[in-house]
């Protein structure tokens, strides 16, 4: 069984529409759970840009289960459910979960604790041996809690836009990009990740 460091991912990657069904396919995975700000979109952006509403569409049509996994509170997590409820996607927000208009409160915790994941796993009804990927922008969240479940694949992808919260702008990313110069085969810049997905 492999060893894992919890902040090391286990495939790195330049963008999420790099991660074709195929790939998935390929190595195991049936779910799709996806960070939203700096993964799908810059942050707290409004709308869903093209090449991204393409992309989930094709991961919907070649069968893939849809998850939103987001730390987004109050009318931001409602906002996520308006956003990707469309492609057929499940919103997991720390206050609960929307299954298309449906909303279940359940107080289950925000990244990097992995309960949103574990729930989107459920849902997801793996049989053994499948996967769910986990897919962020953040080592300190969607790595960290992908890597507490044995589940899960954990996708680093590079930042998408430029925004960020000013707590993770100012702390955050420059200590996730020291430490990254000190991981063996992680991409500490943006302009190192690789074009297509990578195991490491
Ligand atoms: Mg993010």
């Not at 409602?78 to 359940?106: D, H, I, M, N, W």
């Amino acid at each position: 069984m492999k060893i894992r460091c919890g902040l090391m991912p286990d495939v790195v990657v330049k963008e999420v529409e790099r991660l074709s069904p195929q790939w998935f396919k390929s190595v195991g995975v049936r779910a799709v759970a996806f960070d939203v700000d700096g993964t799908l979109m810059n942050y707290h952006e409004h709308k869903v840009e093209p090449e991204i509403t393409r992309y989930l569409e094709s991961l919907r049509t070649a069968g893939l289960k849809l998850f939103i996994v987001s730390n987004a509170y109050f009318g931001r997590a409602k906002e996520l459910e308006q956003l990707f409820g469309c492609f057929g996607a499940t919103v997991l927000t720390p206050g609960g979960v929307y299954t298309g208009e449906r909303f279940e409160s359940k107080n289950l915790g925000s990244k990097p604790k992995p309960s949103m994941l574990r729930e989107a796993a459920q849902l997801a009804k793996l049989k053994s041996g499948e996967k769910i990927a986990m897919v962020g922008d953040q080592m300190f969240k969607d790595v960290l809690s992908a890597n507490k479940l044995d589940v899960a694949v954990s996708v680093l992808v590079a930042r998408r836009g430029k925004g960020d919260f000013i707590g993770i702008k100012l702390l955050q990313r420059p200590l996730e990009t020291l430490i990254r110069t000190f991981l063996p085969n992680v991409p500490s810049r943006w302009y190192d990740f690789p074009e297509e997905p990578t195991f490491i």
